[in-house]
Antibody
Framework: QVQLVESGGAVVQPGRSLRLSCAAS?????????MHWVRQAPGKGLEWVAV????????NYADSVKGRFTISRDNSKNTLFLQMNSLRAEDTALYYC?????????WGQGTLVTVSS | EIVMTQSPATLSVSPGERATLSCRAS??????LAWYHQKPGQAPRLLIY???TRATGIPARFSGSGSGTEFTLTISSLQSADFAVYYC?????????FGGGTKVEIK
């Protein structure tokens, strides 16, 4: 069965960096499927963050993270990444990875990022 | 960016009753609309895509309708497992955008 397991969440100070990972299994990670990051601030709704095509050649970002976050993938290791730089308090959220060209058909359980001094 | 507006914010329904949730897009998204539900402490789960197609394993009591800018999710007979927050999401344009959610609670 499809499994997505996020890791790398932590408490970090504003301005610092963090790298999230999402380990995928149960499907052919390197073919057909784009992958996304979606976040959810505490007690709030869902906010799409970034997407990467199946081969990594195309990427797109929400304006709120453009220039600070970078999405990437290692198809040889079935892993999706989110490099987050210049973190702000408003980046505090549970970060989910999700599979999908569209829609987002499988989601991980999330990893919590807290940005606080 | 396309703004998705869901109504009502909270819906109080008794088990066995019908629930109707609405989602409106600020411009046409054709039929590129998905519905998810999210239970406390869990990840969202895909229910409906293409505005009206049930995802794998989703029971027939869930149905979606609409196109363009107006969409509806109907749960024909609410069961205890259905009390959750429901989100609509458009995937017609970048960035992908979600509605603010409708919480379906027990009356």
């Amino acid at each position: 069965q499809v499994q997505l397991v996020e890791s790398g969440g932590a408490v970090v100070q504003p301005g610092r960096s963090l790298r999230l990972s999402c380990a995928a299994s149960g499907f052919t990670f390197s073919s057909r499927y784009a992958m996304h990051w979606v976040r959810q601030a505490p007690g709030k709704g869902l906010e799409w963050v970034a997407v990467i095509s199946y081969d990594g050649s195309k990427k797109n970002y929400a304006d709120s993270v453009k220039g600070r976050f970078t999405i990437s993938r290692d198809n040889s290791k079935n892993t999706l990444f989110l490099q987050m730089n210049s973190l702000r308090a408003e980046d505090t959220a549970l970060y989910y990875c999700a599979r999908g060209g569209n829609p987002l058909d499988y989601w991980g359980q999330g990893t919590l990022v807290t940005v606080s001094s | 960016e396309i703004v998705m507006t869901q109504s009502p914010a909270t819906l109080s329904v008794s088990p066995g009753e019908r629930a109707t949730l609405s989602c409106r897009a600020s411009q046409s998204v054709n039929s590129n609309l998905a519905w998810y539900h999210q239970k406390p402490g869990q990840a969202p789960r895909l229910l409906i895509y293409g505005a009206s197609t049930r995802a794998t394993g989703i029971p027939a009591r869930f149905s979606g309708s609409g196109s363009g800018t107006e969409f509806t999710l109907t749960i024909s007979s609410l069961q205890s497992a259905d009390f959750a927050v429901y989100y609509c999401q458009q995937y017609n344009n970048w960035p992908l955008t979600f509605g603010g959610g409708t919480k379906v609670e027990i009356k």
